[in-house]
T-cell receptor, first 114, second 117 residues
Framework: AQSVAQPEDQVNVAEGNPLTVKCTYS??????LFWYVQYPNRGLQFLLK??????LVKGSYGFEAEFNKSQTSFHLKKPSALVSDSALYFC????????????FGKGTTLSVSS | GAVVSQHPSRVICKSGTSVKIECRSL??????MFWYRQFPKQSLMLMAT?????????EQGVEKDKFLINHASLTLSTLTVTSAHPEDSSFYIC?????????????FGPGTRLTVT
């Protein structure tokens, strides 16, 4: 069975500092990995995904993530955090077979202070 | 980009009544749609997978007679919460996967906030 772990309920960083939101996964075979962001009472916004190829994936709003197969991790990073980055972040995984659902981590609340 | 809409965005209903939520893919055809449920400050939990023209596949613990799913066309799936109770109050989110071989994309609707009084 596929699963995703986000070990931190909350991450606090100061504006301008780098941020990391951690994600590890468990899946048989090769995974498709995703990061989404959710603002209060809103739907999910896609940030980035890893399908194949370069392990460093660049996404929206300056975010990037690195796929590490040996550590089964897909941590989300940004070099310089903004207050507007404060939101709930979800890591998700799905099987490579078409038509399969995303399995989400529990989410990590990012709080960026000015 | 691909757009998925949900209607209504918010609904308040009385206990015992039924509520229908629509999920539409506006600019692409979706053979598969997914319904998720999200409690406050928690993750999205997959409820069911909806395939056009066939019965939905429900996740363990989800009552198929309570949460009726219909995927009548390649652009529309509906979730009906029957005989709603206060514990059904939640944020319901749908997503749709385009009809193309090997597609990795999944597009999410904006969600529907259901409050049962």
């Amino acid at each position: 069975a596929q699963s995703v772990a986000q070990p931190e309920d909350q991450v606090n960083v100061a504006e301008g500092n780098p941020l990391t939101v951690k994600c590890t996964y468990s899946v048989s075979g090769n995974p498709y990995l995703f990061w989404y962001v959710q603002y209060p009472n809103r739907g999910l916004q896609f940030l980035l995904k890893y399908i194949t190829g370069d392990n460093l994936v660049k996404g929206s709003y300056g975010f990037e993530a690195e796929f590490n197969k040996s550590q089964t991790s897909f941590h989300l990073k940004k070099p310089s955090a903004l207050v507007s980055d404060s939101a709930l972040y979800f890591c998700a995984v799905r099987d490579t077979q078409a038509g399969t659902a995303l399995i989400f981590g529990k989410g990590t609340t990012l709080s960026v202070s000015s | 980009g691909a757009v998925v809409s949900q209607h209504p965005s918010r609904v308040i209903c009385k206990s015992g009544t039924s509520v229908k939520i629509e999920c539409r893919s506006l600019d692409f055809q979706a053979t598969t749609m997914f319904w998720y449920r999200q409690f406050p400050k928690q993750s999205l939990m997959l409820m069911a997978t909806s395939n056009e023209g066939s019965k939905a596949t429900y996740e363990q613990g989800v009552e198929k007679d309570k949460f009726l799913i219909n995927h009548a066309s390649l652009t529309l799936s509906t979730l009906t919460v029957t005989s709603a109770h206060p514990e059904d109050s939640s944020f319901y989110i749908c997503s749709a996967s385009p009809w193309s071989v090997g597609s990795s994309e999944q597009y999410f609707g904006p969600g529907t906030r259901l409050t049962v009084t």
